[in-house]
Structure formats: structure tokens, C-alpha cells
């Protein structure tokens, strides 16, 4: 049991009846309470559209913990302690008058209160404004606000200017979960702790990096979002330059929230344009037909419910970007995510340059780098390829390829390693913001991935076609082979 090291909380979940708040919020608050993290006195309301009692709510929400909490974590006893915190108010967002509501169910006010708007980014300003109006909150506000933000540039800059009519920049929490991920945190430690890798960190040293982000599975009923977003959109305007960012960063001064993301702004600042001309050796665009995923039949893209047989929308994506700053200079970033491709993946790989001089089986050179492999999903944890002498006497010289590994479920294994919103919720809580996005970080991204999908459209050209159950088109690999290298999966 860990002592509490925050102050007693009212949270106001906007949405709370939503697909987050029920399959990832409320079991990761479930287990904040089941660690003894929620301080005493902390609330949450429950706040929605649906007419229901806070009965009918906590019943509901039972369920739905014994489903999404794994068995050997899910106790009864503690589900219903947390659930005594939980109360429901039937709101809608667009009416001020309803507010008051809020206000009156506030009998703490000197609990810290913390706004999740677990909604569409449309209602991120009604219902700031409406808090405004009826004095529902106040400078000490936290907020907290989901992905997307916006769709381009211009459109993020609308939802950033509407909620900062209302709280200021240190009171806005911008989640991107992959932040709350252990691993993604490890890179921090992982880069800045350790010599032996800070030190050969750069392009004297390393050769090239891969990102790699892959869903097995389709869009899953999101039809409606994701075919206005796309996955350059969905997944490489904030998940994927958030990885390349936590790569790529210099040292921070301290690891206070705006030195870390001071860093982090450096590096989208530094991202070389990708213009028309550079687009066919750059990036590949695909979406998936019909194919196998796991063994069985899946339909296209454009066979899934509900498509639009004409949409000419990405769910593949391969970048090559560069980085335009001395540490990084001539040293290529790899970018690649798509669905329905051959498994759940989410990995870097840091490509190390070769010694300089090779005096080993010449036939053996292509070994002669070394690989730190860190895993994000599913098995969380580290490996580093190194080479050492085969094993007989009658190997001679031979060199082998070997992993120094680190995973993290069996090295820890008496830890239980956190959901990455129960590390987000906490860390809003105790009122820390290094794990959240600043708008200049958002804005940065948005100006970079806008000129590629603008470059998209006035080339008229469509996505490359690839089979579900593969690794994305063929073009996608012609990227990196053009350069002498291969994906990791494929060397």
C-alpha cells in the first residue's frame, strides 16, 4: 500500500458514460483507489447525457470494472469502496442553466478540482465557457483534455484559443497516453542516467532509428472518426512525434514539465519540410484489402461497415524524417504505423554505426552493428544486441548475435506494472505536467504533418494497396532499401 501524496480531489468526468471513461478511466482510477492513492475526501461526478440515477450509474460501472479489470486485480470490496465516491449528473453540455448543478454538488470547494473532458474537442469550449459562466471553476482548475486537437493546424488553434479564454497554459493537461506508458518514461531515465548511452548518442554514433507502431486489428467500428482522420492524423501527428521527440531531445536542464518539453519543441522546430518533390522517396501512403489477420478473413478497408467505397483515406503510413541539428544531422528517423498488419507492435530501434575497423569474418559484417531494441507493447521492456565469440572449439572466431534483455514483467515481476492513464490521472492529481503535451508542441506537429497531407491532396495520387496481414505496401520497404537498410523485422 503507498501512502497518498496529493490532496483530496472533486474530479468532474465529462463523458463518463463514453467508450474511454468506462474501458480505460474509471479502471484506472478502480486501481489508484486499490493502491491507496485516492486521499481521502477525493469525489468524482459522473457526468453524461443519459438519464440515470447514480444507482444505476455504480451498477453499471461495477460491471463494466469486473469486465475490463483483470480477474487476479478485480476485489468486489474495493470496487465498491470506490464506487461510494462516485455520483451522477445528467447534464447537457450545451445548456448554461444546467451548470448550477456542478456548482452545488461542489460542498468541498476546498477540494482541488480537476475537469476531464472526455468528449468530442467541439465541446472542449462549451463547456469551459459554461463552467466560466456559473463559476464552476477557478485559477487552481486542473483540466484535463483528450486527443485529437483538432484535425490541422488551423483547427487546433480554434479548440487551444477557446479553452484559453478560460484556464491558463499551467492549468491544461493534454493527454497522449502513449506519455503514461513505463516504457516511454524509461526513455528519459534510459538516455540521461546512463553514460554508456548518453554518451554515443548522436550521429558519430548511430546510423539510423526505426519507430514502429502496428495494429493487428481493423478500425473497429470507428468509421466515422478515423475516415476523417486517417492514420497520419490518428497516430503520427501526436504518438509518434511524441516517441521521436523523447528520442531525439537534448538534455533537459532539470525534469521539470516546460525544460523537458522545451527540449521537446527544439526537435519538432528542427524536422526538415518534406516538399512535393522529396514525397515519392520520403513517405508511403497505403490502405489494406482483403487479407488474414490472425488466421482468419478479414474484409478491406473499403468492405468494413459502413465505408465509403470512394474514401481514399490512409490506414498505412511510412516516413523517412530527418532531423536539420548538429546532434542529429545525416541520421535518418524511420516512421512507420498502419492497421491490420501482422501483429500488436510497438518498438524503437536504435541502429549503433560499426567500429570503424572490422578484423572478423568478413562474411559476418552485416552483424557488425549494435541493436538497443525497446519495447513499448506488448511485452514492455529492453534488449541490447551485442556480438560475442560462438560457442566450440571448432567455431574458431566466429562471432554470434545476442540479446542483453530486460523485460520488464519478469524483472520487476512483484511490480505490477501501471496502465498508462492510471499514471496520467495521478499524475494530474499531484498537479505535475511533464507527462502531458504544451500547445506549442501540438501547433509544431500540426505545421509538420499539414504540409505532407497537403502534398497528398494536390497530388491526386491514392494510397498504395496492401493485404491485411502484412507489413504494409511494397513501396514501404523500396524506402529503406533505397538507403542500404531493411526494417528490423525483415534483416
Known sequence: MVKNAN??????????????????????????????????????????????????????LFEKLRYH??????????????????????LDFTDPEGYGALREWRDEPNNELIVYMATPPSMYGVIARNMKATSCCNEKTRVVVEKPIGHDLESSRVINDELGEVYHENQ???????????????????????????????????????ITVAE?????????????????????????????????????????????????????????????????????????????SNGKPVPGYLEEEDANKGSATETFVALKAEIDNWRWSGVPFYIRTGKRLPEKLSQIII????????IFDPDQKHLANNKLIIRLQPDEGMALKILTKDQGLDKGMRLRQGPLELTFSETFEAERIPDAYERLLWEVMKGNQYLFVRRDEVEYAWRWVDEIIANWRDSGEPPKRYAAGTWGPVASIAMITRDGRSWYEDA
Open 7 to 60: 490532496a483530496p480531489c472533486d474530479l468532474m468526468l465529462f463523458g463518463a458514460l463514453g467508450d474511454l471513461a468506462q474501458r480505460k478511466l474509471f479502471p484506472a482510477l478502480y486501481q489508484l483507489e486499490r493502491a491507496g492513492l485516492l486521499a481521502q475526501g477525493s469525489r468524482i461526478l459522473a457526468i453524461a447525457r443519459t438519464k440515470a440515477t447514480t444507482a444505476d450509474v455504480r451498477e453499471q
Open 351 to 358: 541502429h549503433f554505426k560499426p567500429a570503424p575497423h572490422y
Open 216 to 292: 493487428s486489428v481493423g478500425i473497429e467500428g470507428r468509421w466515422g472518426y478515423f475516415d476523417q482522420a486517417g492514420q497520419i492524423r490518428d497516430m503520427i501527428q501526436n504518438h509518434l512525434l511524441q516517441l521521436l521527440c523523447l528520442m531525439a531531445m537534448d538534455p533537459p536542464a532539470d525534469l521539470s514539465a516546460d525544460s523537458i518539453r522545451d527540449e521537446k519543441v527544439k526537435v519538432l522546430k528542427a524536422l526538415k519540410r518534406i516538399t512535393p518533390d522529396m514525397m515519392d522517396r520520403y513517405v508511403v501512403r497505403g490502405q489494406y484489402t482483403a487479407g488474414t
Open 172 to 210: 491544461l493537461f493534454r493527454i497522449d497516453h502513449y506519455l503514461g506508458k513505463e516504457t516511454v518514461q524509461n526513455l528519459i531515465a534510459l538516455r540521461f542516467a546512463n553514460n554508456l548511452f548518453a554518451s554515443q548518442w548522436d550521429q558519430n554514433h548511430i546510423s539510423h532509428v526505426e
Open 69 to 90: 479489470v483483470k480477474d487476479s486485480e478485480f476485489d468486489a470490496g474495493v470496487a465498491n469502496a470506490f464506487l461510494q465516491r462516485v455520483d451522477y449528473l445528467l
